[in-house]
């Protein structure tokens, strides 16, 4: 089993639309998340943090279950600049060092 | 000026060459990365430096030598890569300590080809 999964997609919108993606990890004992954003030919930047309370950033919000082990990024009113690739992070757990789990990510098109 | 900085952005090398990859990084931090990202993969950690020490080597084969002069400059040098090598290689950086390892700042990368 992979340590994190995410559907790939892509994920096709009309601008204006609402969207969300999931993504599960394996190990129970991880403890920090994050979606970062890739978009084409560019370095992977961070958009937001997991909190278990859950967390809002304008028209982003995530979502932690740590029950069924998934996290989910929910956008808002697409707009044309939110096309890109959503990188799901999940830390290994505690005395991990520096390692990171990365998911292979999942692609957005917001299109006219 | 950009937190990190990567140069070369592409490079291309046979099999028999030596080449380096250079990344600095502007923003303070006290740790830094390389990653490695190849297609439909994701991205998989290759060393990791802490106040210039190398604190994680993730079984990288020995034909990449990783090199942290300071904590602002890292390096990457190549030699005698395979074709299989071909791949974007990131440099980031993060400020060690509890709540900082995971808010990496990536560089822009190297788009390697390895003929």
């Known amino acids: 089993r992979k340590e994190v999964e995410q559907d790939p997609g892509p994920f096709n919108v009309p601008e204006g639309a609402t969207v969300a993606f999931n993504c599960t990890y394996s190990n129970s004992a991880s403890q920090s998340f994050f979606w970062y954003r890739q978009d084409c030919r560019k370095e992977p930047k961070l958009l937001m943090s997991v909190y278990s309370s859950g967390n809002e950033d304008g028209r982003f919000t995530a979502q932690l279950n740590r029950a069924s082990q998934y996290i989910s990024l929910l956008i808002r009113d697409s707009k044309l600049s939110d096309s890109a690739t959503y990188l799901c992070v999940v830390n290994v757990g505690p005395n991990s060092g520096y390692a990171l789990n990365f998911g292979k990510g999942t692609s957005l098109l917001v299109t006219p | 000026e950009t937190g990190v900085t990567q140069t070369p952005r592409h490079l291309v090398m046979g099999m028999t060459n030596k080449k380096s990859l250079k990344c600095e990084q502007h923003l303070g931090h006290n740790a830094m990365y390389w990653y490695k990202q190849s297609a439909k993969k994701p991205l998989e950690l290759m060393f990791v430096y802490s106040l210039e020490e190398r604190v994680e080597n993730n079984s990288v084969p020995s034909r990449f030598s990783p090199e942290c002069p300071n904590s602002s400059h890292l390096f990457l040098h190549l030699h005698t890569l395979q074709p299989e090598d071909s791949a974007l290689y990131l440099c980031?950086?993060?400020?060690?300590?509890?709540?900082?390892?995971?808010?990496?700042?990536f560089g822009s990368g190297t788009q390697l080809s390895v003929l």
């Open positions: 980031a950086s993060s400020q060690d300590g509890a709540g900082g390892r995971e808010k990496l700042f």
